[in-house]
């Protein structure tokens, strides 16, 4: 079966410092990646997703970044983190691009605190 | 613009039954997602809908009605682990999921 495992569970991370979140899937093979954020009591905000090694696609301009290193790995980073950086950071994903409309499966999450 | 609207916050009773309801519009409709997020945990996938009807899966169900841009998740015999937080979410013509801010359901025993 398909796991999907994210690090580190909580942040904190004073403003100005870099971050690099990583998320791993386990039991599939080039499966369609996302990095979401979700601000308390709010929704979910995609920010990248990837459907292959090196294909990221940016939905929101800002200082964060996201790499694909490795088929089943997925990195969302920034080099100076800001005070409105702060939320929940979701890792999912689904089956490959040629199942698109199917369920996305996310990691436990990532707290990121920012003083 | 697209957008997916819910209620806020529900509240109902231990046992009871409850229906969320969500309405969307969006640049084409590819199937619509129900997820259940527990406070401080990640989504988790409860059903899909990709043609008009009702899809039963034990206690949970949900409607589409693709005319109306309308959907609905029904939880019956309500238990205090019911208590989360209900996402919709629609695929588009992109194949790209549309939130919905979600609805807190409050369970009161």
């Known amino acids: 079966s398909q796991t999907i495992h994210q690090w580190p569970a909580t942040l904190v991370q004073p403003v100005g410092s870099p971050l690099s979140l990583e998320c791993t899937v386990e039991?599939?093979?080039?499966?369609?990646l996302y990095w979401y954020r979700q601000a308390a009591g709010r929704g979910l905000q995609l920010l990248f997703y990837?459907?292959?090694?090196?294909?990221i696609s940016s939905e929101v301009p800002q200082n964060l970044s996201a790499s694909r290193p490795q088929d089943r790995q997925f990195i969302l980073s920034s080099k100076k983190l800001l005070l409105s950086d702060s939320g929940f950071y979701l890792c999912?994903?689904?089956?490959?691009?040629?199942?698109?409309?199917?369920?996305?499966?996310f990691g436990d999450g990532t707290r990121l605190s920012i003083l | 613009g697209q957008n997916i609207d819910q209620p806020t916050e529900m509240t109902a009773t231990e046992g009871a039954i409850v229906q969320i309801n969500c309405t969307y519009q969006?640049?084409?409709?590819?199937?619509l997602f129900w997820y259940q997020q527990h406070a401080g945990e990640a989504p988790t996938f409860l059903s899909y809908?990709?043609l008009d009807g009702l899809e039963e899966k034990g206690r949970f169900s949900s409607f589409l009605s693709r005319s109306k841009g309308y959907s609905y998740l029904l939880l019956k015999e309500l238990q205090m682990k019911d208590s989360a937080s209900y996402l919709c979410?629609?695929?588009?013509?992109?194949?790209?999921?549309?939130w919905g801010a979600g609805t807190k359901l409050i369970i009161k025993p």
């Open positions: 039991g599939t093979s080039n499966p369609n």
């Open positions: 809908n990709v």
């Open positions: 969006t640049s084409g409709f590819n199937g």
């Open positions: 979410a629609v695929m588009d013509s992109n194949y790209q999921l549309i």
């Open positions: 999912a994903w689904s089956p490959s691009q040629d199942q698109w409309s199917q369920p996305q499966h």
């Open positions: 990837s459907v292959g090694i090196g294909q």
